[in-house]
């Protein structure tokens, strides 16, 4: 009678470890789906539930904004970055420590998502998921007037598959033209 139970038990605790832990983080050179295509104006990502395509628009002398934009397939989703609660996975532009660009100001979201009830239960209340395309502009700030180059990367869970991507990306200043790229690791 008590190997049964006990059997029942490690079940129990195996079963809730894995759901528990079943959060992947994706890079992109891990993933084989995910292609990479170069652009006149930056580059575009393709994954099976999502696509991202970066670029530099120049606004007027040393102003520029980096836009990403996504486009979701399959009833894919994710958590805005003007989520006011913190979340592992939600939407972030990381262009790390550099004193040669910095961001300015917040990131704008177009369209502006809204707070809706979570979809999944280890998320109480309303949260801001975005479930359309969706176009993010984040103003630079260039602090050098040499040449350089940084490097970022876009932070996000995708969800239903609920990994964490990390799609890099550098950014260029030569002769006061700035451009973006696709890293070669």
């Known amino acids: 009678m008590n190997k049964p139970i006990t059997l029942?038990?490690?079940?129990?605790?195996?079963?809730f470890n894995c759901a528990n832990d079943n959060h992947q983080t994706n890079t992109i050179n891990e993933i084989d789906k995910i292609e990479v295509y170069k652009a006149n104006d930056g580059f575009t990502i393709n994954d099976t539930l999502y696509k991202l395509h970066f670029q530099i628009e120049a606004k007027e002398e040393n102003k520029h904004n980096l836009v990403v934009s996504i486009e979701l397939y399959n009833n894919s989703y994710y958590i805005s970055p003007t989520e006011k609660n913190e979340?592992?996975?939600?939407?972030?532009?990381?262009?790390?420590?550099?004193?040669?660009?910095t961001f300015n100001e917040n990131i704008i979201e177009t369209p502006l998502s809204v707070g809706k009830l979570s979809p999944n239960t280890y998320v109480d209340g309303s949260v801001n998921w975005v479930k359309e395309n969706?176009?993010?502009?984040?103003?630079l700030k260039?602090?050098?007037?040499?040449?350089?180059?940084?490097?970022?990367?876009?932070?996000?869970?995708?969800?239903?598959?609920?990994?964490?991507?990390?799609?890099?990306?550098s950014i260029s200043y030569h002769?006061?033209?700035?451009?973006?790229?696709?890293p070669k690791c």
Do not use: A, H
Request: net charge neutral.
């Open 8 to 15: 029942l038990l490690l079940l129990l605790v195996l079963s």
């Open 175 to 182: 002769s006061g033209k700035m451009t973006i790229k696709y």
């Open 134 to 139: 969706t176009t993010y502009k984040q103003q």
């Open 87 to 101: 979340f592992k996975g939600k939407f972030t532009i990381d262009l790390g420590s550099y004193d040669k660009l």
């Open 142 to 169: 260039v602090l050098s007037q040499d040449d350089f180059e940084v490097f970022g990367r876009v932070i996000f869970t995708i969800e239903p598959r609920c990994t964490l991507e990390e799609i890099p990306f």
